[in-house]
């Protein structure tokens, strides 16, 4: 005779109960570890924790997880995964914000503004909204500062913010008003209706003047801030990428990109790929600055660049209230328009 199920896995049985009688509100103290039951059985992993922690948005459970805080039986996975029987979770999240950002006064460069959008000409090394280690100083500090109405729709922590560039990348970065123009606006960028221009400066050399790259982009295996080509994998999305070099120097050029998907770090990523990577992305570049003298050849040691050469230089989309086309337009930052005027009078070809 066969024992009762319940004394089949005692064990599995206790750590259930446990895990469901203290699971903390705030889950950056530690990780945490959940086993899924047959009540979770096909559950998406992002609908899961929500249920689970119901002090964290959906939103931020779903970036939690594609940023590595979540892995599924020892890997790293995507929101969408769809959970099995007796599958370890362990979590370890961002502190939790419940607070809106503090408004801060810090100059912006405005490109454009109406009652409905506002478009922004990113300064680098700006955080587009608070994250552990950088909860001030951010984008959102400061446009809660200057404007009275942002959109809620993208969480408390993120109030007004459709998109986002990364922390080193300048340029133009569209914000709400209102939840109607943050709605419309999102479904663009989701149908891929926009259009994204990207200035890069690049170390090496691309054999061709334009083309187009495809490789699928998935996490890295075991660099959990990298993205990496990865064909065949669960985290694995399709990307294509257009370039043409605008100028070539001895051992850099000057690059105009038109990504045509958004996938996390896809630029940076796919001109790796090609031999040219972004100078001083310190990921996908092994630096994250240089010196006037590696330029010049000389022994000068003022830093030329401390960040990665990229900038969003244009973003083209129909206005989300008066469906005519509006394309926003930001000029270089000084640092990359220095680095230019350097690499023209040293490096010209």
Request: contains cysteine; proline residues 7%.
């Amino acid at each position: 005779m066969h024992p009762p199920r319940e004394h089949l896995h005692p064990a599995k049985k206790r750590r259930n109960k446990q895990v469901e009688n203290q699971l903390p509100d705030d889950l950056s103290s530690g990780p945490v570890e959940l086993i899924v039951g047959e009540e979770h059985v096909d559950a998406r992993l992002d609908a899961f924790l929500a249920s689970q922690f119901p002090t964290y948005s959906r939103v931020r459970l779903r970036q939690a997880i594609s940023d590595g805080g979540v892995q599924v039986d020892g890997k790293r996975t995507k929101p969408a995964y769809r959970l099995r029987v007796g599958q370890r979770i362990a979590i370890t999240l961002p502190e939790l914000i419940v607070d809106s950002p503090q408004p801060e006064d810090i100059p912006l460069d405005i490109l454009y503004e109406d009652d409905h959008l506002i478009a922004v000409n990113k300064s680098p090394d700006m955080v587009v909204h608070p994250a552990k280690g950088h909860w001030a100083g951010t984008l959102t500090s400061a446009l809660a500062f200057r404007f009275s109405q942002l959109s809620s729709v993208g969480g408390p922590t993120r109030p007004g913010i459709v998109h986002r560039l990364d922390r080193e990348t300048s340029g133009v970065i569209v914000v709400a008003k209102t939840d109607r123009a943050h709605l419309a606006l999102a479904a663009q960028f989701e149908a891929r209706t926009t259009e994204k221009e990207y200035t890069a400066i690049v170390i090496g050399s691309l054999d061709r003047d334009r083309d187009v790259i495809e490789q699928p982009i998935g996490m890295h295996p075991y660099h959990r801030e990298k993205m990496a080509i990865r064909p065949d994998h669960e985290t694995t999305r399709d990307a294509k990428t257009f370039y043409e070099v605008v100028e070539r120097f001895r051992g850099f050029a000057l690059v105009k990109v038109l990504p045509k998907t958004g996938r996390t770090h896809q630029i940076r990523v796919h001109l790796a790929h090609a031999g040219a990577p972004v100078l001083c992305d310190r990921l996908y570049g092994g630096r994250s600055q240089i010196a006037l003298g590696e330029i010049t050849g000389d022994d000068a040691t003022d830093i030329v660049l401390d960040r990665q050469a990229l900038h969003a230089r244009r973003l083209t989309l129909t206005h989300p209230i008066t469906d005519q086309p509006i394309e926003f337009i930001a000029p270089l930052r000084s640092d990359m328009e220095n680095l230019l005027a350097t690499l023209r009078l040293h490096r010209r070809v």
